[in-house]
């Protein structure tokens, strides 16, 4: 565990929830077109995530870049593995590696 | 302030002398970018150290200086 509380309270979120979206906005009013396309392609495949909306919280919206050693948002965690951020998981859809990427995973997708 | 294509091409292009860069000003108004980034250095590495190395590339600058970069590499055979 690091010192710093704001990253000690993303690795809890992260280890907690199986699919979760660091993000501007919510999944319903996303605040930027990149947070905008992760939740839709996450949509398209049925998968269940958690978001958090770094617009409310300055010290996560930070915090996160660093955590993650990565300079945008949105970013998308599985099972506690950083997957990439809005570009990342666009192209792994449209190569078709992200349903698999999900089913090896034992994440449920509800079509 | 925002970054030309010529500055962010300048910046891909020193920490990865044999990238070839294609950067296309999306919204036409030098903020919005799309890069397309082929690289030998990416050779057996993940996406995500892909990207890594060219954020690392525009030192600190992405995020910030430079607000939308769409990202897309490829490793050179």
Redesign the interface.
């Known amino acids: 565990m690091s010192s710093n509380p704001v990253h000690d309270r993303i690795a809890k979120e992260i280890a907690e929830n199986d699919v979760l979206v660091y993000m501007k906005g919510t999944p319903v009013f996303p605040q930027c077109g990149?947070s905008a396309a992760v939740v839709q392609v996450l949509s398209e495949l049925g998968v269940k995530f958690k978001s958090v909306d770094v617009l409310k919280d300055a010290e996560v919206r930070q915090g996160i870049?660093e955590f993650s050693?990565?300079?945008?948002?949105p970013q998308v965690y599985v099972k506690g593995e950083?997957?990439?951020?809005?570009?990342?998981v666009k192209?792994?859809f449209e190569q078709g590696e992200l349903e698999g990427f999900f089913k090896e995973r034992g994440i449920s997708l509800d079509v | 302030m925002a970054m030309s294509a010529r500055e962010i091409e300048k910046a891909i292009c020193a920490a990865l002398p044999d990238a070839e860069v294609t950067i296309t000003d999306l919204a036409g108004d030098g903020d919005h970018y799309a890069a397309m980034v082929v690289s030998g250095a990416f050779k057996g590495k993940t996406?995500?150290q892909q990207?890594?190395m060219v954020?690392d590339a525009l030192a600190?600058r992405?995020?910030?200086q430079l607000h939308?970069l769409?990202?897309?590499t490829a490793a050179k055979d």
Not at chain 1, 82 to 88: E, N, P, Q
């Open positions: 990149f870049k050693n990565w300079p945008t948002i950083f997957v990439g951020g809005c570009d990342i192209e792994m | 996406r995500v990207h890594k954020y600190g992405m995020g910030g939308a769409s990202l897309q």
